[in-house]
T-cell receptor, first 111, second 117 residues
Framework: GEDVEQSLFLSVREGDSSVINCTYT??????LYWYKQEPGAGLQLLTYIFSNMDMKQDQRLTVLLNKKDKHLSLRIADTQTGDSAIYFC???????????FGTGTRLQVTL | GAVVSQHPSRVICKSGTSVKIECRSLDFQATTMFWYRQFPKQSLMLMATSNEGSKATYEQGVEKDKFLINHASLTLSTLTVTSAHPEDSSFYICSASLGAGATDTQYFGPGTRLTVL
């Protein structure tokens, strides 16, 4: 089945850029997503990218997709303490609606 | 737009009782709703997919008689944990989407924390 992997933890200083990485195995992925989860809360959709795109930018967020290497990244510019959360990548393949989530990366922003 | 609510946000119950969790799409009609389970410090595990007016499709290993899902309208789906036991304690999250296709984005509810004593 599909497998989506992320590093567990990332610590950055306030004002620096954060880069959260994700690898997946399903070559038929159509859409890839980034979600943010704050403690005790549900998931907030941050952004998504269609599989035929290489990059998508939305204000402080930049998503890069390397389809050949099945590698997705989320860059957060000028990271703030409010960005501290768990970030999940997720992929959707074929015509299905089912999402497969990564293991989640906990981002800690220090002063 | 695209707001999904869950009720209750937190519930504590005794072992052997049944608990119902509601998931509502507040400002759109959700043809498809999903139910996930999340254990502490772990990722989301899809339990089932439900389409309005039809039976839910359960993922492998999820007991359909244990976790009853009803999707009676385009804005409401319910998950009932029957005869709950301590091992059912978890964070349950629903999501809703306009359709069941690849282009349909899922919008997530805030989650329900279930504790079974």
């Amino acid at each position: 089945g599909e497998d989506v992997e992320q590093s567990l933890f990332l610590s950055v200083r306030e004002g620096d850029s954060s880069v959260i990485n994700c690898t997946y195995t399903d070559s038929s992925s159509t859409y890839l997503y980034w979600y943010k989860q704050e403690p005790g809360a549900g998931l907030q959709l941050l952004t998504y990218i269609f599989s035929n795109m290489d990059m998508k930018q939305d204000q402080r967020l930049t998503v890069l997709l390397n389809k050949k290497d099945k590698h997705l990244s989320l860059r957060i510019a000028d990271t703030q303490t409010g960005d501290s959360a768990i970030y999940f990548c997720a992929e959707k393949s074929g015509t299905a609606s089912k999402l497969t989530f990564g293991t989640g990366t906990r981002l800690q922003v220090t002063l | 737009g695209a707001v999904v609510s869950q009720h209750p946000s937190r519930v504590i119950c005794k072992s052997g009782t049944s608990v119902k969790i509601e998931c509502r799409s507040l400002d759109f009609q959700a043809t498809t709703m999903f139910w996930y389970r999340q254990f502490p410090k772990q990722s989301l595990m899809l339990m089932a997919t439900s389409n309005e007016g039809s039976k839910a499709t359960y993922e492998q290993g999820v007991e359909k008689d244990k976790f009853l899902i009803n999707h009676a309208s385009l804005t409401l789906s319910t998950l009932t944990v029957t005869s709950a036991h301590p091992e059912d304690s978890s964070f349950y999250i629903c999501s809703a989407s306009l359709g069941a296709g690849a282009t349909d984005t899922q919008y997530f509810g805030p989650g329900t924390r279930l504790t079974v004593l």
